[in-house]
């Protein structure tokens, strides 16, 4: 069982520390001189890693390869939303102190980092595939309920980590200071993650026409 989740775990641990749009959602909240939003994202966040973690576990990652246009739909909704999401950050003219990803509400937060794990059907393949490859065929429940909590301490440890290293005063004060600059930055690195996600289903779709 060891080996199983040791596997899990550095493979898991090596696409937490890549960043991508969560490392940019906390870092616009905490930086932004909200900590508590912050961490409703975080909430959000770490609760779509644990749903699919679980769907993992019960094979929707089998579902996906054997119904692509599922996963088709899924990226194009996913794409759509970080678009507008970067629409959001982008037509934001907050002084500083008021940077536009902290305008959001604790429910708004938690639904922004909830949905934009939800809506990346890379995640759900990368859980499908890691928990396919190193589980065994038929992993026991203690193996199961163990590489699904693992994943999920995992994402709650380091997403908090981001939210309370990013929250703090020097890191915000640098971050009001070009409050603008660095909300229309992350709105281009926001609207190039969804955009790439439409592009590559886009030709995902044309070779498969």
Not at 156 to 164: D, K, T
Not at 180 to 202: D, I, M, P
């Amino acid at each position: 069982m060891l080996p199983t989740l040791l596997t899990i775990a550095v493979l898991h641990w090596v696409v937490l520390l890549v960043p991508g749009f969560n490392f940019v959602l906390v870092g616009q909240l905490a930086a932004g001189g909200s900590r508590s939003r912050a961490f409703s994202a975080v909430a959000g966040m770490t609760l779509a890693t644990l749903s699919w973690a679980l769907l993992a576990v019960l094979g929707v990652g089998v579902v996906f390869s054997a119904h692509p246009a599922l996963r088709l739909v899924a990226q194009v909704a996913g794409g759509l939303y970080l678009l507008q999401m970067a629409w959001r950050l982008w037509g934001s003219r907050q002084q500083p102190g008021a940077a536009a990803a902290a305008t959001l509400s604790h429910s708004g937060a938690f639904r922004a980092g909830f949905f934009t794990g939800m809506l990346n059907p890379k995640i759900a393949l990368f859980y499908g595939s890691v928990f396919a490859t190193a589980m065994p065929a038929r992993p026991s429940l203690l193996l199961s309920v163990s590489a699904v909590a693992m994943v999920f301490l995992n994402s709650v440890a380091w997403h908090s980590f981001l939210a309370l290293v990013l929250s703090q005063p020097v890191v915000q004060r640098a971050y009001l200071r070009h409050v603008r600059s660095l909300n229309q930055l992350c709105a281009a690195v926001v609207g190039a993650f969804g955009l790439r996600l439409l592009l590559a289903t886009l030709s995902e779709w044309r070779a498969r026409a």
